[in-house]
């Protein structure tokens, strides 16, 4: 976008009147819970509607939002000690996702959407879908020079879990500065509605939870140096010390060096409950350095080696962890690449950690590991028809070894549509009396066009690390434009003797009038 011009009509755009749209749908579903012994059928009736407030100013309102014709998240075979990341896939959220949810950095964000729509049963501790009663959003640049965002949800109350009615509200604002830099600013609250009918026996299921944030985003007229600075404080009832969270990244891209330095800050209670942060209380510094050469014949566009280090450490007991890494990056002229990082990885445990995530023994806490490993990428040319992407992180594994491999498998039926795999295999080996892991996560998906009004997807994900099929399947009829008729089903089987532990299925229909 740094190299584009502006764009001038030959005449000025004809007004095009009060441009309202108005979205309502309809649905019937049937479930059945055979693990709880339980079935539900009904129907249901909510809509969106979208006002044009200005040239490129939304007013976009939900009623009672269904989302099932959303596809699954892709299941993702769970070693980590922390929470793990699925990006947002509900249309009401995506418009103009990137002015609330590009504040922060990755794995440290003031606003993730998907908070909203999830509530946590305190006696299961499971997260919980939370139906929503409604919301509004207004989104879109005021002029060449601001952007402005306002988004408000209200979830429904849960009498079941114990759970109030929250409302959700995030505000931002973002200003250009100089060429193609902008600042911005964020303000999340989190606030639940008082209930009688809600018991608060922890003094903490009415608490409010809020964030103001600060951003500048720095990007280079020839987008040589680009950035970010931040600062985010978090605000709760008791408003603790240390609750704020402040990141200083600089990088630099030029045809044959690559660097990149962050220097990080996050304070022990720093809680942003709409928000996404991976850990808290800890100080971070990383940093990488890479070279290009490129030769002027061959099959290689370019190559070249790297360096870089991430080291992660709190006041109380220093460096908690690490990772350095020489690393090798190849990029053909096919398109294709191969990457190749040699790291050394220390990890030191807060508290027990089963390194298999399959209720065995645990590490125990306090305890740190120090070992070797090798990650590797393929990525092969996508303009084929069939194409294929490979990833491996083989080596030491905290008191142990694993052997892992990633991968994709796609085949292209043109113009029709797709196949393909992806699959994870996990071999983790460890010493008497933790488990070892043989862990298999397969997942075919079928995507298809039958004509420019009738599609077809279906993912099938096998997890034995959850003991699970899943199956979800989606049928689309676009009967006319922007209207769509959906056939979803969902099923859970046990791999081992396919048992079902529940199924769905949904009917749901949307039309969209234009007013």
């Known amino acids: 976008m740094a190299y584009t ?20 749908y309809t649905l019937a579903r049937t479930s059945t819970n055979k693990l709880e012994g339980t079935s539900n059928s009904g129907f249901d009736l909510g809509g969106d509607a979208k006002v044009a407030v200005g040239p490129a100013l939304n007013l976009d309102l939900t009623f009672n939002p269904d989302f099932s014709q959303v596809e699954v998240d892709q299941q993702v075979t769970n070693l980590d000690r922390f929470e793990i990341f699925f990006p947002e896939r509900r249309q009401f959220f995506l418009e103009n996702a990137d002015l609330f949810a590009d504040f922060g950095v990755d794995r440290m964000r003031p606003f993730f959407s998907r908070r909203i729509g999830i509530a946590r049963d305190e006696e299961t501790g499971q997260n919980v879908q939370n139906p929503i009663y409604g919301g509004a959003r207004l989104s879109g640049r005021l002029n060449n020079n601001w952007r402005v965002g306002l988004l408000t949800m209200q979830s429904a109350r849960d009498l079941d879990i114990n759970n109030p009615s929250v409302n ?44 103001v944030g600060l951003d500048y985003n720095l990007a280079s007229k020839d987008d040589t140096w680009t950035g970010k600075v931040f600062y985010h404080q978090s605000f709760e009832r008791d408003n603790p010390e240390k609750s704020y ?22 304070g022990e209670n720093y809680n942003p409950e709409t928000g996404f942060a991976r850990r808290r209380g800890y100080n971070r510094v990383a940093a990488t350095i890479e070279h290009r050469w490129y ?14 280090f991430d080291v992660l450490g709190n006041a109380e007991l220093g460096v908690t962890d690490y990772d350095i890494n020489l690393l090798y990056a190849i990029n053909f002229r096919n398109t294709s690449r191969l990457s190749l990082r040699f790291r050394r990885e220390y990890v030191y445990l807060f508290s027990s950690f089963d390194p298999t995530n399959t209720d065995g023994i645990e590490l ?23 194409s294929v992407k490979l990833s491996t992180r083989s080596g030491g594994y905290f008191n142990g070894s694993r052997l892992n491999l990633d ?37 075919p998906r079928f995507d298809f066009t039958f004509t420019k009004r009738l599609f077809w997807t279906t993912f099938v994900q096998y997890n034995n ?47 969209w009038l234009n007013l």
Request: contains cysteine; proline residues 5%.
């Open 364 to 386: 125990a806490e306090g305890t740190d590991y120090i070992y070797n490993l090798i990650i590797a990428r393929f990525t092969s040319d996508f303009r084929k028809k069939l």
């Open 407 to 443: 991968g994709s498998l796609i085949y292209r039926i043109q113009p029709y549509g797709s196949i393909s795999l992806d699959f994870s295999l996990n071999r983790i080996r460890l010493p008497e009396p933790y488990n070892d892991g043989d862990l298999v996560l397969i997942g």
């Open 295 to 308: 030769p002027k014949s061959g099959f290689i566009n370019n190559h070249g080696p790297g360096f870089d």
């Open 245 to 266: 969270a402040t990141s200083a990244r600089l990088n630099y891209n030029t045809l044959r060096w690559r660097g990149r330095f962050s220097a990080q800050s996050i």
């Open 5 to 24: 011009r502006e764009l001038i009509w030959d005449e000025p755009l004809q007004k095009p009147g009060a441009n309202i749209s108005v979205i309502p």
């Open 465 to 511: 690390q959850i003991d699970n099929v899943n199956i979800n399947s989606r049928l689309q009829w676009r009967f006319r434009p922007v209207s769509d008729l959906f056939v979803v089903y969902t099923d859970n089987y046990f791999p081992d003797t396919f048992n079902s532990k529940g199924r769905a299925l949904v009917v749901k229909c949307t039309y």
């Open 168 to 211: 959700y509200t995030v505000a931002a604002a973002q200003r250009k500065v100089f060429s193609r830099s902008n600042v911005g600013l964020i303000m999340v609250n989190k606030q639940p509605f008082t209930d009688n009918q809600i018991s608060d026996s922890t003094g903490t299921a009415f608490d409010f939870n809020r964030v």
